[in-house]
């Protein structure tokens, strides 16, 4: 069964340093979020593309965060420099064009411990 | 913007028991999707069911059902014989069906314990 890919699964890092996160959708879904889920919270959206195009980035912090899926496939979600409230799980998820009614298929996340 | 409330961070039952959890939300659309995810310790979240805003009749999968009521914006999760592994946070979401607003906007979870 076709899942989405996230890497790495476990990241600490002090702050001030760079990190970058990797995600692979399922083959086909054009559309790719990218969420935050802080401990004990739902997750929140940082940015969705469709296709290569940023369709939402309203809740991502810019000035630290940047995120690209230059051919409209996988995805990087980039922070730097890092800090210490940036320790979350990072999800990605995607979704088709059309068919799923709704649903989004999610990764496993990246845990990101900043010291 | 819509938002979701889920008032029940924690919940336990007793294995084969019934538990339901409660969930409301806030939006102004007259339709959209709604949905339970479960998230496993250390795993990825999947879908347990979806309910369509326009469908009147509620959304049923196998142990699970949902009892959605529009006007009261209201949308629980039912879990009938309850399983040790159903142990899982529980996290209620909201759809648009807005072109360029599709995102899942999530409740803030209940984590289900089963007991033995």
């Known amino acids: 069964e076709a899942e989405v890919a996230q890497s790495p699964r476990y990241k600490i890092t002090e702050k001030s340093q760079a990190v970058a996160f990797w995600c692979d959708p399922i083959s086909g879904h054009a559309t790719l979020y990218w969420y935050r889920q802080i401990l004990g919270q739902g997750p929140e959206l940082l940015v969705q593309?469709?296709?290569?195009?940023?369709?939402?980035d309203s809740q991502l912090p810019k000035d630290r965060f940047s995120a690209e899926r230059l051919k409209g496939v996988d995805s990087t979600l980039k922070i730097q420099p890092a800090e210490l409230g940036d320790s979350a799980m990072y999800l990605c998820?995607?979704?088709?064009?059309?068919?799923?009614?709704?649903?989004?298929?999610f990764g496993e996340g990246s845990r990101l411990t900043v010291l | 913007a819509q938002t979701v409330t889920q008032s029940q961070p924690e919940m336990s039952v007793q294995e084969a028991e019934t538990v339901t959890l409660s969930c409301t939300y806030d939006t102004s659309e007259s339709d959209y999707y709604l949905f339970w995810y479960k998230q496993p310790p250390s795993r990825q979240m999947i879908l347990v069911i979806r309910?369509?805003?326009?469908?009147?009749q509620n959304a049923t999968e196998n142990r699970f059902s949902v009892n959605f009521q529009k006007a009261a914006k209201s949308f629980s999760l039912k879990i009938s014989d309850s399983q040790l592994g159903d142990a899982a946070m529980y996290f209620c979401a909201y759809r648009s069906l807005n072109f360029g607003n599709e995102k899942l906007t999530f409740g803030t979870g209940t984590r289900l314990t089963i007991i033995p």
């Open positions: 309910q369509e805003a326009y469908k009147q």
């Open positions: 593309f469709q296709d290569e195009s940023v369709v939402d």
């Open positions: 998820a995607s979704s088709p064009r059309q068919g799923s009614l709704g649903e989004l298929f």
